[in-house]
């Protein structure tokens, strides 16, 4: 994968969103990549397939039982360590 500076993005943006229409670009900070731009084609794409995963997981799990709204904060409260 290609990658450029963040100065470089800053400075060629235009250039930028042109080039990951045909492949993703890494943004580099201090040599190290910090993110990657990828065409809004690509990121649906992305996003479709990890819906479609998540679902497949979803169904292939077996049954989760009753949900009620107030289990599921309960839950997420004890997971993120805050009290109700």
């Known amino acids: 994968m290609k990658s450029?500076?963040?100065?470089e993005a800053k400075n060629n943006f235009g250039d930028l969103l042109m080039n990951v229409q045909s492949a993703p670009i890494a943004i580099t900070r201090n040599g190290k990549e910090q993110g990657v731009l990828v065409s809004a084609k690509e990121y649906l794409r992305?996003?479709?397939?990890?819906?479609?995963?998540?679902?497949?997981?979803?169904?292939?799990?077996?049954?989760?039982?009753?949900?009620?709204?107030?289990?599921?904060?309960?839950?997420?409260?004890?997971?993120?360590?805050?009290?109700?």
Request: hydrophobic share 35%.
């Open 4 to 7: 450029i500076t963040a100065t």
């Open 46 to 84: 992305l996003k479709q397939h990890a819906l479609q995963t998540a679902i497949s997981d979803g169904l292939s799990s077996g049954d989760a039982g009753t949900l009620d709204i107030d289990s599921i904060k309960l839950l997420a409260r004890a997971r993120s360590g805050k009290q109700s």
